[in-house]
């Protein structure tokens, strides 16, 4: 979700922060803009990609070496290029559509009292041209300049209630960029006579490899040959820096038709560099003082949203039955807004594909706030917040995903689940040497049974074609595999926009089964567990309907092809992992469904791929 790239160097820097740009776009926008000063305030905006705004910077020879520039996700404002960023702020009196005045800015987050203060701005003088709550920021700066940009932003952010990353310069002080973030990532690019501030380290990836994450509550000041920080009471502040090896060359396409396509078949190689190293379960796994924290910890509280809670409902039946240890999953946007009952000796987990989830970070806080101290997170970029926040950490290594619709996170995530389970379930006196030994051997087999599963990606494109022309599915699971039916639903929804919804197979007959009629498509997860009698007893329910059923079964759970019932024989069983291999022909289920409906697979509408706002 919005991006942010800001440069003072002298040279021409749009290069940069259109190229930036254009590596933020995996995570997601409507529209996105670019501004630098020369000889004054000069922008260019867009509602299409960034491809289009640079070609629009190259007729309009917009150049400078000063600038911001941002990919903008809708949330204030509908997506319209008067309501893009960069903005610029108008003096008291004069006209929104006038020359601009002296302030540029861009923003992510959002800022709760913007209404407030719009109106106590508008009783001065000012003009808004823009629905966004981003305007009003730049307006308040300009009201509290007094030809010191830096205290300008100071005094501004005093009156802001919300959640920022801002960047913004000035046309009085043409080679300063004044940075400041709370609740929303940001990172300074240390050069060499040149700095630059961006949302995600990636967007500098060739430009710089230093690399400074600023804390909550940080402003920065950057000018040619240094910079300053100062922290949320506007004392000096020393921040590491630190070499980041963000490279570019995982975010290209290659042979690839679309991301998506290439994260799903990349997911033997993440699952194997996830686990490189793993030759035994122990603590230390999770951090030097892991050890210490789970011996004094007696339950769980996972917290996650979409994709990645879904990744927890799954650990959860793991923990409970591998570890023996009670769990709960909460939705992160919903768990701080709730009374609950906090035990300090609560293992908090939250999972996140890029660590920087707005609802997720902030119910984190919410945890600590109530007394529950022990935090660990599994989570794909080590530099993130939420890396920082925890005092453990598992770190996925998925690469980089750039399709919003997660896929390779979301396994390697399940990965990071399993080995804290099996964590836990020896120190708690659950798990034998043996079963260590039969877990372990399964899990490094893990990326040649993913690999076995993708080659029956020609039968799951025969069922969508099926799918194209459906608007709506059910997902069935039962057990272990009901979030995995969620998530399968999830993915066909997030892409397609068919409307998906997943049930356990024993609530059918308490509702759901009213919907099913031949043009209901009811894909079944079926593995050969426990389950899988009662669950054959739901698919029956469903063909006494009249609706059309599609199953993954394993090989041996005696399901047949029959009129009404298409049937994808997995590989193999795989137990308690069977998860990571029954998800990967959901995923591509959903993936050709798309490309049979012509949508937009990578950039599916009105989603972004890293959500830090709330």
Not at 14 to 24: F, K, T
Not at 216 to 228: A, I, K, P, S, T
Not at 358 to 376: F, I, P, S, V, Y
């Amino acid at each position: 979700m919005c991006g942010i790239v800001g440069a003072v160097s002298t040279r021409d820097i749009v290069p940069i922060l259109v190229q930036g740009l254009q590596r933020l776009e995996y995570r997601g926008y409507d529209s996105c803009g670019v501004a630098v000063y020369a000889d004054g305030l000069k922008r260019a905006r867009s509602t299409a990609r960034v491809a289009e705004l640079a070609d629009q910077v190259a007729t309009e020879h917009i150049a400078g070496g000063t600038g911001i520039a941002h990919t903008r996700w809708a949330t204030h404002g509908a997506p319209a290029v008067h309501n893009a960023h960069p903005h610029f702020s108008h003096g008291p009196g004069e006209a929104a559509s006038a020359a601009p005045g002296r302030i540029a800015l861009v923003h992510n987050g959002i800022i709760e009292n913007h209404d407030e203060l719009r109106a106590a701005l508008q009783a001065r003088g000012y003009k808004f041209n823009s629905q966004t709550d981003t305007e009003v920021i730049a307006h308040l700066v300009d009201s509290l300049y007094e030809g010191d940009l830096f205290e300008a932003v100071k005094a501004a952010l005093g009156q802001l209630h919300g959640a920022y990353a801002i960047a913004v310069f000035c046309k009085d002080e043409p080679h300063r960029v004044i940075g400041a973030r709370a609740g929303s990532p940001l990172v300074l690019g240390v050069g060499k006579d040149e700095n630059f501030l961006a949302s995600d380290a990636m967007a500098l990836a060739g430009v710089t490899d230093q690399i400074v994450y600023l804390e909550e509550g940080d402003v920065v000041d950057l000018q040619l040959g240094r910079y300053w920080i100062v922290d949320r009471n506007h004392k000096p502040a020393t921040r590491p820096v630190k070499t980041v090896q963000a490279h570019s060359g995982a975010a290209e396409l290659g042979p690839y038709r679309h991301y998506m396509q290439k994260e799903i078949f990349e997911q033997p190689r993440a699952i194997g560099d996830t686990l490189e190293g793993v030759l035994n379960i122990m603590p230390e796994l999770f951090g030097d003082n892991a050890l210490s924290v789970f011996k004094q910890v007696d339950n769980v509280l996972i917290l996650a949203c979409g994709t990645s809670y879904y990744s927890g409902c799954t650990a959860k039946y793991w923990l409970e039955s591998i570890a023996k240890i009670p769990t709960q999953v909460e939705i992160a946007s919903e768990y701080r807004y709730r009374e609950s009952v906090p035990n300090p000796r609560t293992l908090i987990v939250t999972i996140s594909q890029s660590g920087e989830t707005a609802d997720t970070l902030a119910a984190l806080k919410h945890a600590r706030g109530l007394g529950m101290e022990h935090t660990l997170t599994i989570c794909n970029v080590s530099t993130s917040a939420m890396v920082r926040e925890c005092k453990l950490a598992y770190i996925t290594r998925a690469g980089v995903e750039i399709g919003v619709a997660s896929t390779k996170a979301f396994t390697t995530q399940l990965a990071g689940l399993f080995l804290l389970t099996l964590t836990l379930a020896q120190l708690r006196g659950h798990l034998t040497d043996e079963e260590e030994a039969a877990h372990m051997k399964a899990m490094r087999h893990l990326p040649a049974a993913l690999s076995a599963v993708l080659a029956l990606e020609p039968q799951v494109i025969s069922w969508a074609e099926d799918f194209a022309d459906k608007e709506h599915a059910l997902f069935l699971g039962r057990g272990l595999h009901y979030p995995i039916a969620l998530e399968g639903a999830l993915k066909l929804k997030e892409i397609t926009y068919i409307h998906a919804e997943a049930y356990a197979a024993g609530e059918l007959k308490h509702g759901p089964l009213a919907l099913v009629t031949s043009e209901m498509p009811v894909v079944t997860v079926a593995p050969n567990d426990a389950l899988l009698e009662k669950l054959k007893s739901n698919m029956q329910e469903v063909r006494a309907r009249g609706g059309v059923l599609y199953v993954l079964a394993d090989a041996d759970s005696r399901i047949e092809s029959s009129e009404g019932v298409h049937v994808i024989r997995m590989p193999e069983h795989y137990g308690a992992l069977s998860p990571l291999l029954h998800v990967v022909p959901l995923q591509l289920l959903a993936y050709h469904t798309a490309i049979a409906r012509g949508t937009d697979v990578d950039k599916p509408r009105n989603l972004a791929k890293s959500v830090t706002v709330e």
